[in-house]
């Protein structure tokens, strides 16, 4: 049982560059999460998924899009990377109320 | 690398001491806690959860406690080993947390734990 499973684990881009994070669950959760994690900070939510079929932004969502693609998957996308966007990003899914996580993926933006 | 854990306070502990992590929570109305653990590289791992309800909570060598009045969390660790090295930290469910997909989960900075053999 893999849980959640984020792709890449590590990731350079230079400024306006774009790129798509990739989350898959295997345990058949309805609600997905994506936050990032800055040093000296808490987790902070960038988007959810409460179910297939639906997104809404959370905290921190500006400069991000998030795509449902199926129960299973939910990816997120930098259109224009920015410096401020250099952080660590963690997929999470829901089992109520606990939350689990995937391994996270460190972007740095150049 | 370690840069979530830059700028945390850290509580040192000899092996098999117990380890005792603080935690204050921000609404006097939220009715649900967890303890994470994320160790280097890795995503937080799910500890031990209480409800406000409870006082405390017991699970395998980690234990919970809660105080409503003072809006605190601790959580405690018997004969800490040096595989519980890790940043800790603790998330509270607001008010309606649990409807709907939002889970409205806030989370603490942390406290890196450091344990010496």
């Known amino acids: 049982n893999a849980g959640v499973t984020q792709t890449p684990k590590f990731q350079v881009l230079k400024t306006g560059q774009s790129m798509t994070l990739q989350c898959a669950q295997d345990?058949?959760?309805?609600?997905m999460y994506w936050y990032r994690q800055d040093p000296g900070m808490g987790l902070r939510l960038i988007y959810y998924?409460?179910?297939?079929?639906?997104?809404d932004k959370g905290e921190v969502p500006n400069g991000y899009n998030v795509s449902r693609l199926n129960k299973r998957e939910f990816s997120l996308r930098l259109e224009s990377a920015a410096p401020s966007q250099t952080s660590v990003y963690f997929c999470?899914?829901?089992?109520?109320?606990?939350?689990?996580f995937g391994a996270g993926t460190r972007l740095s933006v150049l | 690398g370690e840069s979530v854990g830059l700028h945390l306070p850290t509580l040192s502990v000899q092996e098999g001491d117990n380890s005792i992590i603080n935690c204050a929570y921000s609404?006097?109305?939220?009715?649900?806690f967890i303890w994470y653990k994320q160790e280097s590289g890795k995503g937080p791992q799910f500890i031990i959860d209480?409800?406000?309800?409870?006082d405390k909570r017991q699970g395998q060598r980690v234990t919970v406690l809660l105080n409503k009045t003072v809006k605190h969390l601790s959580l405690q660790i018997a004969a800490t080993q040096p595989g519980d090295s890790a940043v800790y930290f603790c998330a509270e469910i607001l008010p309606g947390g649990f409807s709907g997909g939002y889970n409205k989960l806030i989370f603490g900075a942390g406290t890196r734990l450091a344990v010496h053999p």
């Open positions: 345990m058949n959760h309805n609600s």
């Open positions: 998924s409460a179910s297939e079929g639906t997104t």
């Open positions: 209480i409800r406000s309800n409870m």
């Open positions: 609404n006097s109305a939220s009715d649900y």
């Open positions: 999470a899914s829901r089992d109520v109320p606990r939350q689990y």
